[in-house]
């Protein structure tokens, strides 16, 4: 079991350019003693960067069951930091039945928003934290399948013939509770070609091209993963460009 001294030292370790910090994460590793959610953000929060703006995802796919996004009730998806984020944490939500995102800043929040009928299409948040040069990709404890949502945009960008756009049935309420009227879509993978999707080959290469920073707690076997999303998007683009299929099995 990790210290709170050691893991603040581990993080501190991590030195980030950007200004904007996109964090996902598995924190089943990172228990210390008497642990808690507000003392592990705690960690994060001093150890990255007070004056940085945080993105964390609060993906919710139960969407799909039923019919209902809500910006203040719909809890988040993807793991237990991004839900105490979302609650305790973060001044605004962006609104997408699937794929939205918390956000806190020292700042006024003005100009991140989701403004794109699309998960990851043109007006997207995830548009524009592709084509940032200023956003970094964090990866707690979790490899680039699920630990970089932003490398999906790359694929609307790239219209892989591997996805198609779909129609999202349901109603989505904003913050003032009030039913929002726009038709919400998704690049979703065809079910029918039984095709999906592997990045193992493509976090390999990252790797080896210095796009992705590795840092290991060798005491817990724990992986953190560092990127600059516009430097891994255009990476991926190119690679698309040149084989369709590359994010593929």
């Known amino acids: 079991m990790l210290t709170k001294n050691e893991l ?15 964090i ?23 150890s990255l960067g007070k004056e940085k703006t945080y993105i964390l995802p ?28 979302r609650l305790k944490i973060a001044k605004k939500r962006t609104i997408h039945p699937l794929h ?4 806190y800043s020292k700042n006024p929040i003005k ?36 630990g ?11 219209k892989v013939n591997y996805r198609s756009i779909i129609d999202l049935q349901g109603k989505v309420y904003d913050k003032d509770k009030k039913l929002v009227k726009k038709k919400f879509q998704y690049f979703s993978r065809k079910k029918k070609l039984n095709i999906f999707n592997d990045w193992s080959r493509c976090e390999r290469e990252l790797k080896k091209s210095n796009l992705i920073k590795t840092y290991s707690i060798s005491k817990i076997k724990y992986q953190i993963l560092k990127m600059n ?3 891994v998007t255009r990476f991926i683009t190119k690679k698309l460009r040149n084989n369709p299929k ?4």
């Open 8 to 22: 603040s030292k581990k993080l501190s370790s991590i030195k980030i350019r950007e200004k904007y910090v996109i």
């Open 229 to 231: 999303t516009y430097k």
């Open 58 to 85: 609060t993906f919710t796919f139960d969407f799909y069951k039923k019919k209902i996004w809500d910006y203040n009730y719909s809890k988040s998806e993807t793991g237990l930091l991004s839900e105490f984020f």
């Open 246 to 249: 590359y994010l593929t099995k």
């Open 148 to 158: 970089a949502s932003f490398c999906h945009y790359a694929e609307e960008y790239s």
């Open 111 to 146: 100009f991140l928003n989701h403004n794109s009928k699309t998960s990851f299409g043109k007006g997207s948040i995830w548009e524009w934290v592709s084509n940032s040069k200023n956003v970094c990709n964090l990866a707690l404890g979790i490899g680039l399948d699920g």
């Open 24 to 46: 996902h994460s598995d924190i089943s590793g990172l228990v210390f003693r008497n642990f808690s959610l507000k003392d592990l953000w705690s960690l994060i929060f001093n």
């Open 100 to 103: 939205s995102v918390a956000i």
